[in-house]
């Protein structure tokens, strides 16, 4: 009974690894095909602002937001 149990488990694990691999090579495939038709600099993580860079974009948008209601 042990062996049966045994068995199957091992037949279902085998059945899951052949159809992960089957749908992940599929989707691999398709996922390279899309990369390939970006160029790498786009690929890059972005460029962070820096807090000095950030505070200055802030305080442009307060500054231009009291000319606006003060209207100079």
């Known amino acids: 009974m042990?062996?049966?149990?045994t068995a199957?488990?091992?037949?279902t694990?085998?059945?899951q690894?052949?159809?992960a691999s089957s749908t992940g090579t599929a989707q691999?495939?398709?996922s390279h095909d899309f990369l390939a038709m970006l160029d790498p600099e786009s690929l890059k993580h972005p460029k962070l602002p820096s807090v000095d860079d950030m505070s200055k974009v802030l305080l442009e948008?307060?500054?231009n937001a009291l000319r606006a209601e003060y209207g100079v």
């Not at 199957?8 to 037949?11: D, G, L, Q, S, T």
Request: no cysteine; glycine share 10%; charged share 55%.
């Open 17 to 19: 690894a052949i159809a």
């Open 61 to 63: 948008v307060r500054k």
């Open 28 to 30: 691999g495939g398709l």
């Open 2 to 5: 042990e062996e049966e149990e």
């Open 13 to 15: 694990t085998e059945e």
């Open 8 to 11: 199957k488990k091992a037949k």
